[in-house]
């Protein structure tokens, strides 16, 4: 049986807190996003309880009748609780070792294993909408090539489909 998810990336935001909401252009990304899946059949919306990434999915919400579903698994991942000054190599270092962990934080592979216990879950056809990193390192999960640039390379918002055949995933990007 196939299952096909959307994970999507949220719009931009005011900053990375768990509260900070949209920025204006997110709001308008957030209507973009809407009608983007205007053709697309969808079952459920599962999202990250962080308040950006549940502002970027109202909109579609409220246009399905769905109601969003909050799931903490897919929650941005804790790098660290220290301030890291390199952040920035550390993440790309985590993306080569996913069993590597810093200081508070969760590694690459744990991260990565809470956000595929959702997909698990989750019905065929659900929007997943969660963040930068946890959205890379699901990828990579499932497109082994996938890595640090490609992770740079998102946007706010992005989508990726990923369909799932027994075994067999295959993921690509949709948004523009």
Not at 158 to 164: E, G, K, P, Q, R
């Amino acid at each position: 049986m196939q299952k096909t998810f959307y994970l999507i990336r949220h719009c931009k935001a005011e900053g990375q807190a768990p509260d900070v909401e949209l920025t204006a252009e997110g709001r308008e990304q957030a209507e973009a996003l809407t009608a983007f899946f205007e053709d697309i059949e969808i079952s459920h919306i599962i999202s990250s309880p962080f308040t950006r990434a549940i502002q970027s999915i109202e909109p579609l919400s409220a246009s399905r009748d769905l109601p969003v579903q909050i799931d903490d698994r897919l929650a941005e991942r804790v790098l660290s609780t220290e301030d890291l000054p390199d952040w920035m190599e550390k993440l790309e270092q985590s993306f080569n070792d996913c069993d590597l962990k810093f200081e508070g934080g969760e590694s690459a592979g744990e991260a990565a294993e809470r956000g595929a216990e959702v997909l698990a879950e989750a019905p065929g056809n659900a929007v997943l909408v969660t963040h930068g990193n946890m959205m890379g390192l699901l990828l990579k999960r499932f497109e082994e090539a996938y890595g640090f640039e490609e992770w740079k390379a998102l946007s706010n918002p992005d989508v990726y489909v990923l369909s799932i055949e027994g075994e067999k995933a295959t993921v690509k990007r949709m948004w523009k």
